[in-house]
């Protein structure tokens, strides 16, 4: 392969690549019963994790190189990442080699956003997504066993009054936790002028002690939503959606919107353009994958930019053509969710 080819992100399945999500730190301020046990986990020794200069150099890439056009920031919680507006400010000097700006996100628990929303904006951040599973202060203490709602809540509410549109709201559904709530979430939303998406909760959490019988499925909510709301297909949506996980319906003849993405019952595999970096620096072409590529020894080893692609390129081209939840020898990825990144 000459210095002069082009390369892009294709897997062998004819998918494109173009949304990288990067995990800022394996850290969390939360301990969610369907992420993590309630003592937590081992934390990736400090010089594991990529540095910011390591960070943007992958994004930089990436981006360059390899036509990513949006980049996600994850966790863990990534605003534990010290320096993280420094960091989203770098990252927004990246260029297409048209000369576009990649789309810059976040998704974050909201704890700490509100002293931090303003400056994030203005360090280039263009989304964000928040998690919220419930409005009930007792129901957040079981499910994240921290008693951290107001914060969260404050966070929501600075991320809309800087301007970020839609502020997007990530719920997961526990049955006979929070499953009930699923109506007032929607109600909630409306009255503060967030999109909701439901998400069916994924077998991710260190425990492993997911089992499909007891996840509340995408079916499920929305019967739970139609006993109280009209919900009416987005036809735009429908149309438009591509890549992306929700499917979204309008909530009666109001401008609200809500999604659900049915990530077990309805995968969307097909249609995925994502591929994952770890904190430390591994690439990951699926959030269930049980194999990992290593970016950070090259980076480290002082390979060149046109190596660090190539390698990217290859590992790309092995990407399963799904996640296979269904498949009877489907085994959770070794990583929980928190040390992978959503």
Not at 49 to 66: C, F, S, Y
Not at 171 to 179: C, F, P
Not at 205 to 223: C, F, L, P, Y
Not at 278 to 288: A, E, P, V
Request: proline share 6%; glycine share 10%; aromatic share 4%.
């Amino acid at each position: 392969m000459s210095e002069s080819t082009p390369l892009r992100l294709t897997d062998s399945h004819g998918r494109v690549a173009t949304d990288l999500r990067i995990s800022l730190t394996d850290r969390c301020n939360l301990r969610c019963t369907y992420c993590m046990p309630a003592e937590g986990l081992p934390w990736l020794p400090k010089d594991e994790v990529l540095t910011d200069g390591e960070l943007v150099r992958l994004a930089g890439i990436g981006v360059e190189h390899l036509g990513i056009r949006t980049i996600r920031l994850t966790g863990g919680e990534p605003l534990l990442r010290a320096g993280l507006e420094a960091l989203v400010a770098e990252l927004a000097t990246l260029r297409t080699p048209s000369g576009d700006k990649p789309g810059l996100a976040l998704t974050t628990n909201g704890i700490g956003l509100a002293d931090r929303a303003d400056a994030l904006v203005a360090a280039g951040l263009d989304r964000l997504n928040v998690s919220l599973d419930t409005l009930d202060p007792e129901t957040f203490k079981t499910l994240t066993r921290r008693d951290r709602l107001a914060d969260v809540l404050a966070g929501i509410d600075a991320a809309v009054a800087s301007g970020l549109a839609p502020v997007k709201i990530n719920a997961v559904l526990m049955r006979g936790i929070n499953d009930h709530e699923a109506p007032g979430l929607v109600a909630w939303a409306g009255e503060k002028g967030v999109q909701l998406r439901f998400i069916e909760q994924m077998p991710l959490d260190a425990q492993h002690g997911w089992r499909r019988s007891e996840m509340v499925t995408a079916d499920e909510i929305h019967a739970k939503l139609s006993g109280r709301f009209d919900l009416v297909e987005d036809p735009v949506d429908r149309v438009t959606r591509g890549a992306a996980p929700a499917e979204l319906f309008r909530v009666g003849s109001t401008p609200q919107r809500v999604g659900i993405i049915a990530a077990v019952t309805r995968p969307f595999c097909g249609a995925c353009d994502r591929v994952r970096l770890t904190s430390d620096g591994q690439l990951r072409t699926c959030l269930f994958s049980r194999e990992e590529s290593d970016l950070r020894g090259p980076l480290r080893a002082g390979v060149s930019d046109r190596e660090i692609a190539e390698r990217w390129v290859i590992a790309v081209r092995g990407k399963l053509p799904g996640h296979g939840i269904d498949d009877p020898t489907f085994l959770q990825p070794d990583r929980p969710m928190s040390a992978i990144g959503g």
